[in-house]
């Protein structure tokens, strides 16, 4: 197993390593650091999670500490790193800065909605910019920059694709000299993806965790299908069932996530919506409290969770699915970190079954069906924990005295039973009994021919998930075996 000393870092890089806890490097950092360590290009498949800001950031500080004088890069520009939103800037910047701080190279944060001259100062500052690709380029062209950064770091590739960031990003080379180092770090490698490498990245190495394993094995994945007027219930019901300590829950669009927090929140959570239409304060507001466990559920766009990163999530919630593969697996990412088990749940309808068909065969059918728990279970469950709190309450003084005064009025076993009648709402259960497809529904859904436009039969039958005692099964991803390959060039 290899170590983080067999990597024979400067001993205020390992000295911040020992600091920032980690014991042992995870696959990306294991695979990439002696590649970046060599000076070779680098493209990184691995999303958030995994380590990849320690698996290039080490390196890169690593290398800039071997140029000897340090005070060179006090005031010249050697690493960039492009990451798409400035949430992830802000928590790429942060993890550079813990290992650089007893090296004591500067990290600049550079991106939009704050003022320039604070980021022109930073710039001038600091050898290391953190940055979004937009304000960025504002700053490049405004002329007052010359870089010539040793290192270019492009965070979350794939993601600065979508958000529309191609062509900032190449304007962005065009600024900087032939000679520097590039990494390139992406969830995925779509052909857009493979051609931005082609054209800037000179002969990478390439390091991939493969997508069963990007699909961590401590991540429980499981679906229910209800019918569409069931899903707020069958979200209820999973609260009540699951008790997840610290949930996010995907949604499709702004007004869905504006109304099922408000819908969590007149069920007694302690919910929040993130979207994009929110005011940039109120948005690192929600973040904050989420980060620091003052909120219980946070209900969120794709769009604005993007970059999002935060531990102890215990469960992640599909309210509705994603639209492919890649989103589903960047949602659930943000569950099962650092070692820790994870939950993520997908609640479909009969008619969006057969996305989830979609998703869950491309990541080898991972994503086990579920019933979702009768109202009988959960109201034993809730009777259960009452018990257990009425055991562990302290009897208050003024107790006896109002008992004095309602034993003249009436039996002692009659006060108990309107007591517990106050209290009754603690073990009410939302919704009818049972909510969404019972077990020989779902088997019934399952086994069901699937028909492509052509009306052939597809592949993927039912019988894949089904062991044969009838319950049901599905493959267990491995997390521990990565893949390396070399590039052509
Ligand atoms: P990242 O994928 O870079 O966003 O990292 C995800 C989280 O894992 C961050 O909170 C890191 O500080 C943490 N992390 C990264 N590498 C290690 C490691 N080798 N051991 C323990 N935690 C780590």
Same mark, same amino acid.
Request: hydrophobic fraction near 35%; charge should be positive; glycine fraction near 8%.
């Given at each position: 197993?290899?170590?983080?000393?067999?990597?024979?870092?400067? /001993?205020? =890089?390992?000295?911040?390593?020992?600091?920032?806890?980690?014991?042992? /490097?995870?696959?990306?950092?294991?695979?990439?650091?002696?590649?970046?360590?060599?000076?070779?290009?680098?493209?990184?498949?691995?999303?958030?999670?995994?380590?990849?800001?320690?698996?290039? $950031?080490?390196?890169?500080?690593?290398?800039?500490?071997?140029?000897?004088?340090?005070?060179?890069?006090?005031?010249?520009?050697?690493?960039?790193?492009?990451?798409?939103?400035?949430?992830?800037?802000?928590?790429?910047?942060?993890?550079?800065?813990?290992?650089?701080?007893?090296?004591?190279?500067?990290?600049?944060?550079?991106?939009?909605?704050? #003022?320039?001259?604070?980021?022109?100062?930073? !710039?001038?500052?600091?050898?290391?910019?953190?940055?979004?690709? $937009?304000?960025?380029?504002?700053?490049?062209?405004?002329?007052?920059?010359?870089?010539?950064?040793?290192?270019?770091?492009?965070?979350?590739?794939?993601?600065?694709?979508?958000?529309?960031?191609?062509?900032?990003?190449?304007?962005?080379?065009?600024?900087?000299?032939?000679?520097?180092?590039?990494?390139?770090?992406? *969830?995925?490698?779509? #052909?857009?993806?493979?051609?931005?490498?082609?054209?800037? %990245?000179?002969?990478?190495?390439?390091?991939? =965790?493969?997508?069963?394993?990007?699909?961590?094995?401590?991540?429980?994945?499981?679906?229910?299908?209800?019918?569409?007027?069931?899903?707020?219930?069958?979200?209820?019901? %999973?609260?009540? *069932?699951? %008790?997840?300590?610290?949930?996010?829950?995907?949604?499709?669009?702004?007004?869905?996530?504006?109304?099922?927090?408000?819908?969590?929140?007149?069920?007694?959570?302690?919910?929040?919506?993130?979207?994009?239409? !929110?005011?940039?304060?109120?948005?690192?507001?929600?973040?904050?409290?989420?980060?620091?466990?003052?909120?219980?559920?946070?209900?969120?766009?794709?769009?604005?969770?993007?970059?999002?990163?935060?531990?102890?999530?215990?469960?992640?919630?599909?309210?509705?699915?994603?639209?492919?593969?890649?989103?589903?697996?960047?949602?659930?990412?943000?569950?099962?970190?650092?070692?820790?088990?994870?939950?993520?749940?997908?609640?479909?309808?009969?008619?969006?079954?057969?996305?989830?068909?979609?998703?869950?065969?491309?990541?080898?059918?991972?994503?086990?069906?579920?019933?979702? #728990?009768?109202?009988?279970?959960?109201?034993?469950?809730?009777?259960?924990?009452?018990?257990?709190? %009425?055991?562990?309450?302290?009897?208050?003084?003024?107790?006896?005295?109002?008992?004095?005064?309602?034993?003249?009025? !009436?039996?002692?076993?009659?006060? *108990?039973?309107?007591?517990?009648?106050?209290?009754?709402?603690?073990?009410?259960?939302?919704?009818?009994?049972?909510?969404?497809?019972?077990?020989?529904?779902?088997?019934?859904?399952?086994?069901? /021919?699937?028909?492509?436009?052509?009306?052939?039969?597809?592949?993927?039958?039912?019988?894949?998930?089904?062991?044969?005692?009838?319950?049901?099964?599905?493959?267990?991803?491995?997390? $521990?075996?990565?893949?390396?390959?070399?590039?052509?060039?």
């Amino acid at each position: 197993m290899t170590k983080f000393t067999d990597f024979a870092f400067c /001993p205020e =890089l390992q000295k911040a390593i020992d600091e920032a806890g980690f014991r042992e /490097p995870s696959p990306i950092q294991t695979q990439s650091i002696p590649l970046v360590l060599e000076g070779r290009d680098l493209v990184g498949q691995a999303q958030t999670g995994t380590g990849k800001t320690a698996a290039f $950031g080490l390196p890169m500080l690593e290398l800039l500490s071997r140029q000897g004088n340090l005070n060179q890069y006090k005031n010249n520009v050697a690493a960039v790193v492009l990451v798409p939103t400035r949430e992830l800037a802000i928590q790429v910047s942060e993890e550079l800065s813990r290992f650089s701080q007893f090296l004591g190279l500067k990290t600049a944060t550079v991106y939009g909605g704050q #003022p320039y001259s604070a980021q022109i100062r930073a !710039m001038h500052n600091s050898p290391i910019v953190v940055a979004t690709p $937009g304000r960025f380029i504002d700053h490049l062209s405004s002329g007052k920059f010359d870089l010539k950064p040793r290192f270019v770091v492009l965070d979350e590739a794939d993601e600065m694709l979508n958000m529309g960031f191609l062509e900032d990003i190449r304007k962005i080379f065009s600024y900087f000299p032939d000679e520097r180092q590039n990494l390139l770090f992406s *969830a995925t490698l779509p #052909p857009s993806i493979k051609k931005l490498i082609g054209d800037i %990245l000179h002969q990478p190495e390439y390091v991939t =965790l493969s997508r069963k394993n990007i699909t961590a094995e401590h991540i429980e994945q499981s679906f229910y299908v209800v019918d569409e007027h069931e899903r707020d219930d069958a979200l209820i019901r %999973l609260y009540d *069932a699951l %008790l997840p300590t610290k949930s996010i829950i995907f949604c499709r669009t702004k007004k869905e996530v504006d109304r099922l927090a408000y819908f969590l929140t007149s069920q007694g959570h302690e919910a929040r919506g993130l979207h994009g239409d !929110m005011e940039q304060k109120n948005r690192e507001a929600v973040i904050l409290s989420f980060r620091q466990d003052k909120l219980e559920v946070l209900v969120a766009t794709d769009v604005a969770a993007r970059g999002l990163d935060v531990n102890d999530v215990s469960h992640v919630f599909n309210y509705h699915l994603p639209f492919d593969t890649e989103s589903y697996v960047h949602r659930i990412g943000r569950t099962g970190r650092a070692g820790k088990s994870g939950m993520a749940i997908s609640i479909v309808t009969p008619h969006e079954y057969r996305g989830l068909q979609r998703i869950n065969e491309k990541l080898g059918g991972s994503l086990l069906p579920k019933t979702v #728990p009768h109202s009988h279970e959960i109201r034993n469950k809730k009777i259960s924990s009452f018990i257990e709190a %009425l055991y562990i309450q302290e009897i208050d003084e003024r107790a006896y005295e109002i008992l004095e005064v309602l034993k003249e009025e !009436m039996e002692l076993s009659t006060v *108990a039973f309107k007591l517990i009648s106050m209290l009754k709402d603690q073990v009410e259960v939302r919704g009818k009994a049972q909510i969404g497809k019972s077990e020989k529904e779902l088997e019934r859904l399952m086994s069901r /021919p699937r028909y492509d436009r052509h009306g052939q039969n597809g592949k993927g039958g039912p019988n894949r998930y089904k062991q044969k005692g009838g319950q049901y099964r599905g493959k267990n991803s491995s997390y $521990g075996s990565h893949s390396k390959h070399r590039s052509r060039g």
